[in-house]
């Protein structure tokens, strides 16, 4: 047991769209990703995501809108709903996530973009 810093984890890898686990609790995982531009339209038929910005802006479309997510922010998404995570003007924006360890990074979709390992640093 030891505080984790994320500055420190976040500055550890480069790689967008790239999701690394840094923590486990019960059967949900934190994990650290840093995005830019557009992802993949996908759901999760059996989990809920949470999103909380930690630097920049994040767009969190959804079929009828767009959500627009702040640093300081969360959002959850619940388990089924379509949606696509995006930045705008090239930002990159630092995310950190809550989900399940069974949610897969992309739903049933398989994109280019789907990771299916996330490092543990």
Known sequence: MKAI??????????????PHQI????????????IQGEFVWHSHENEDELFQVLKGTLFMQFRDRTEIVKEG??????????????T????EVHLLLFEKLTTAHTGNVQHAMTQTEYPII
């Open 23 to 34: 923590a486990q609790v019960d059967d949900m995982q934190v994990i650290l990703a840093k």
């Open 5 to 18: 810093n994320l500055k420190q984890k976040h500055a550890a890898f480069s790689k967008l769209w790239h």
């Open 73 to 86: 922010e969360i959002i959850v998404v619940p388990r089924g709903v379509e949606h696509n995570p995006s």
């Open 88 to 91: 705008k003007d090239n930002e």
